[in-house]
């Protein structure tokens, strides 16, 4: 059965995580109902000193409790067994706020512990796991599912609580008044059966209800991300539309799985008042129970009916949280087996990337990579030297990025193979190569912290005056300085504060405070106006010589000062030369330029 299989998974991943904090956390819970059982066995002499059921000792626990007493040389009296009683509440209490205060912590650390290891599993993935999935559903899983887990893990605690709980009162019962004990028994085990049922219609609904919530949350990230095209297309109504109409259809979802312990609790209800009556008449009129059995058999029958019902309802709940162990397992293991080779073969070692004067040549030799039947690069071969400038043009969906997520290390190629300063990329660790490697990409991505951090990310120990030195570079100085608080001025989510070209001169700056020997522009300007465009591209040509650039874009305008220009077309390398050698009548270089030049004179006039 679907259920059990995931609550045993649930239940080994939580000893797992948790180890000895579990098995102490049950100790607690047990050591509280025992010393809640003992103050309930303190009524048995404070009812005889009231007058009710004789000497108090007409059972077992009657007689162990004056037995106590004889022991210690205390008199029964009424101050005596309430003493007793406030002493024993008072350290059941004790034992409670311990038990809760570990609970709540343990709980924490437990969803702590998976996040943090999912994340962990999801930043060192592949960049193809990336690519196949929705940033919002990774999200989903790793906030919300977790927090399922928080949940969960809480409802299991008020479960094993609660089952204790049941076994030591139902074991003072059997000693206070077994015929009652053994009816009270039966119907537990009668209405655990009848609510089974409701039980598993319920884990049904969770499971898609898990489903549903990832689903809604992607629709909802994408409309809010994509804000600015909604109110610019007027088209408002239409995202109100979709996004109520799949909330819409999660109501009914909602709703039986909101409604089922309320069900739930109705039955026992009506089972349990029903049940009082019958056990009160034939204790009484039949077997002729003493008051003070009586007394304390009614009272352990509400208690055991509060606490199998707070049971049984949790039990229900459960069935709500259950299906996100079997989620977040699923993403950990599909993350870790697209885990990459961070520290790369064992059997190479990890010798310093060569390098000339701090830049490094690439070279690309009949360079395959596929996407499922498709081919994105098809047996390309190229040279980049050291300290050039290479320009790579042709039109969307030709391979350019492709060719550089290549050599960055991001994708794997099918067949063929790449060099960095004459060592073959596969034998140089990730974790070396990639910080070597400044990236630009067309839409600069920055973080809601001060353009001093933003600066200095993954490169947590530059110093003020690297930070410096890198926007000096990046002709980004003048204008941060010119902001309101300089460096530290906060540049909001994804940098909104900012234009374009600040953002962009800003992720240059990023790209040159470390150690980096290959800049890689990936159509960086092709967002800017004129101006800002220029500003870049002054920063870039300044770079020239100091270290190697490729620089990506489909507007060749812009790769004019490269000292070479490959040409892709359908994944093929179809020409490679300078820009002046690429001009040559009946190119292919040539017949786009005189494209584009035509399309620029008429949006000119």
């Known amino acids: 059965m679907i259920v059990?299989?995931?609550?045993?998974?649930?239940?080994?991943?939580?000893?797992?995580?948790?180890?000895?904090?579990?098995?102490?956390?049950?100790?607690?819970?047990?050591?509280?109902?025992?010393?809640?059982?003992?103050?309930?066995?303190?009524?048995?002499?404070?009812?005889?000193?009231?007058?009710?059921?004789?000497?108090?000792?007409?059972?077992?626990?009657?007689?162990?409790?004056?037995?106590?007493?004889?022991?210690l040389g205390i008199r029964e009296s009424i101050g005596a067994v309430l003493a007793f009683i406030v002493?024993?509440?008072?350290?059941?209490?004790?034992?409670?706020?311990?038990?809760?205060?570990?609970?709540?912590?343990?709980?924490?650390?437990?969803?702590?512990?998976?996040?943090?290891?999912?994340?962990?599993?999801?930043?060192?993935?592949?960049?193809?796991?990336?690519?196949?999935?929705?940033?919002s559903d990774?999200?989903?899983?790793?906030?919300?599912?977790?927090?399922?887990?928080?949940?969960?893990?809480?409802?299991?605690?008020?479960?094993?609580?609660?089952?204790?709980?049941?076994?030591?009162?139902?074991?003072i019962a059997f000693a206070a008044a077994w015929p009652i004990a053994l009816v009270i028994g039966v119907f537990a085990v009668f209405m655990f059966a009848v609510a089974r049922p409701l039980m598993r219609r319920g884990y049904g609904a969770a499971g898609q209800l898990t489903h549903r919530m990832a689903a809604l949350q992607g629709l909802a990230g994408e409309f809010l991300a994509g804000a600015k095209l909604v109110k610019a297309t007027a088209s408002e109504e239409a995202a109100i539309a979709a996004f109520s109409g799949a909330v819409r259809r999660d109501v009914q979802l909602v709703r039986s799985l909101l409604y089922l312990p309320s069900l739930t609790r109705a039955i026992y209800e009506m089972c349990a008042i029903s049940l009082l009556a019958i056990c009160l008449w034939f204790g009484i009129v039949v077997l002729g129970i003493d008051a003070a059995s009586i007394m304390v058999s009614l009272y352990l029958f509400l208690r055991i009916y509060q606490r199998q019902s707070v049971m049984q309802q949790s039990l229900q709940a459960l069935q709500n949280h259950v299906p996100a162990i079997l989620v977040v397992k699923n993403l950990l293991r599909e993350a870790t087996a697209e885990a990459e080779p961070w520290d790369g073969p064992t059997s190479i070692d990890a010798r310093p990337v060569p390098e000339e004067g701090g830049?490094?040549?690439?070279?690309?030799?009949?360079?395959?990579?596929?996407?499922?039947?498709a081919a994105a690069l098809s047996d390309v071969s190229l040279t980049i030297p050291a300290g050039s400038l290479f320009g790579i043009a042709g039109p969307s969906g030709s391979g350019k990025s492709t060719l550089v997520d290549c050599i960055i290390g991001?994708?794997?190629?099918?067949?063929?193979?790449?060099?960095?300063?004459?060592?073959?990329?596969?034998?140089?660790?990730?974790?070396?190569?990639?910080?070597?490697?400044?990236?630009?990409?067309?839409?600069?991505?920055?973080?809601?912290?001060?353009?001093?951090?933003?600066?200095?990310?993954?490169?947590?120990?530059?110093?003020?005056?690297?930070?410096?030195?890198?926007?000096?570079?990046?002709?980004?100085?003048?204008?941060?300085?010119?902001?309101?608080?300089?460096?530290?001025?906060?540049?909001?989510?994804?940098?909104?504060?900012?234009?374009?070209?600040e953002r962009q001169r800003i992720g240059l700056a990023r790209a040159l405070v470390g150690p980096v020997r290959l800049l890689v522009l990936d159509e960086a300007t092709s967002a800017l106006d004129a101006e800002s465009e220029r500003e870049v591209l002054n920063a870039i040509v300044k770079l020239k010589g100091s270290i190697t650039i490729i620089m990506i874009s489909h507007r060749l305008s812009t790769l004019r000062e490269a000292d070479r220009i490959g040409l892709l077309e359908k994944g093929r390398l179809l020409e490679l030369g300078t820009w002046d050698e690429l001009q040559k009548s009946g190119s292919r270089f040539h017949e786009l330029w005189r494209l584009q030049s035509a399309d620029h004179q008429t949006m000119m006039t």
């Open 359 to 373: 830049k490094v040549s690439v070279s690309l030799s009949k360079v395959t990579v596929r996407h499922g039947d």
């Open 4 to 71: 059990p299989s995931a609550t045993r998974v649930l239940i080994a991943d939580i000893v797992h995580r948790l180890r000895w904090r579990a098995p102490v956390l049950l100790g607690l819970m047990g050591l509280n109902n025992l010393v809640e059982g003992l103050g309930l066995i303190l009524l048995f002499p404070l009812l005889a000193q009231l007058g009710m059921g004789g000497t108090g000792s007409a059972n077992v626990l009657g007689l162990a409790v004056a037995r106590f007493f004889q022991v």
């Open 138 to 171: 990774l999200i989903a899983v790793l906030i919300s599912e977790t927090q399922r887990l928080s949940d969960a893990l809480f409802l299991l605690g008020q479960i094993a609580a609660n089952g204790i709980f049941l076994a030591v009162f139902l074991a």
């Open 87 to 135: 002493v024993v509440f008072a350290a059941q209490n004790a034992l409670f706020l311990a038990q809760s205060w570990l609970s709540a912590l343990w709980q924490q650390s437990y969803v702590g512990s998976w996040r943090i290891t999912l994340f962990e599993a999801i930043e060192r993935a592949r960049w193809r796991f990336f690519v196949e999935r929705r940033a």
């Open 410 to 501: 991001l994708v794997e190629l099918e067949s063929g193979s790449i060099d960095i300063g004459g060592r073959p990329l596969a034998a140089i660790p990730i974790r070396r190569w990639r910080p070597m490697v400044g990236y630009i990409a067309q839409d600069t991505f920055l973080f809601n912290a001060s353009i001093r951090d933003n600066i200095r990310w993954g490169h947590a120990q530059a110093s003020d005056a690297d930070i410096e030195r890198a926007a000096r570079q990046a002709h980004a100085d003048g204008f941060i300085r010119s902001l309101p608080h300089g460096y530290d001025m906060e540049v909001g989510d994804r940098g909104v504060r900012l234009s374009g070209g």
